[in-house]
């Protein structure tokens, strides 16, 4: 009786090492790709903050040409 209940508990801390490690795997990986999503984020952010300040942005994200129509109707396009 001994002898099984001692192969039960080696058995459940076998099986619990092999759970924690496979967490950890598992989290650590987790990590990494929420670290790399943040740093493309980042960069997004900072290229659309470079693009703004230049004033490229508008043109950029909406279209050269919808965006021109848009300024003749209402009045806001430059004299060329």
Same mark, same amino acid.
């Given at each position: 009786?001994?002898?099984?209940?001692?192969?039960?508990?080696?058995?459940?801390?076998?099986? $619990? !090492?092999?759970?924690?490690?496979?967490?950890?795997?598992?989290?650590?990986?987790?990590?990494? +790709?929420?670290?790399? /999503?943040?740093?493309?984020?980042?960069?997004?952010?900072?290229?659309?903050?470079?693009?703004?300040?230049? $004033? !490229?942005?508008?043109?950029?994200?909406?279209?050269?040409?919808?965006?021109?129509?848009?300024? +003749?109707?209402?009045? /806001?396009?430059?004299?060329?």
């Amino acid at each position: 009786m001994d002898l099984l209940a001692d192969l039960l508990l080696v058995t459940h801390a076998i099986a $619990g !090492a092999i759970f924690a490690s496979i967490y950890l795997t598992i989290a650590s990986r987790f990590d990494q +790709r929420i670290k790399a /999503l943040e740093y493309d984020f980042d960069i997004l952010v900072h290229s659309l903050d470079v693009l703004v300040e230049n $004033g !490229a942005a508008t043109r950029t994200l909406v279209g050269a040409r919808p965006l021109a129509a848009l300024e +003749r109707e209402l009045g /806001l396009a430059e004299a060329a």
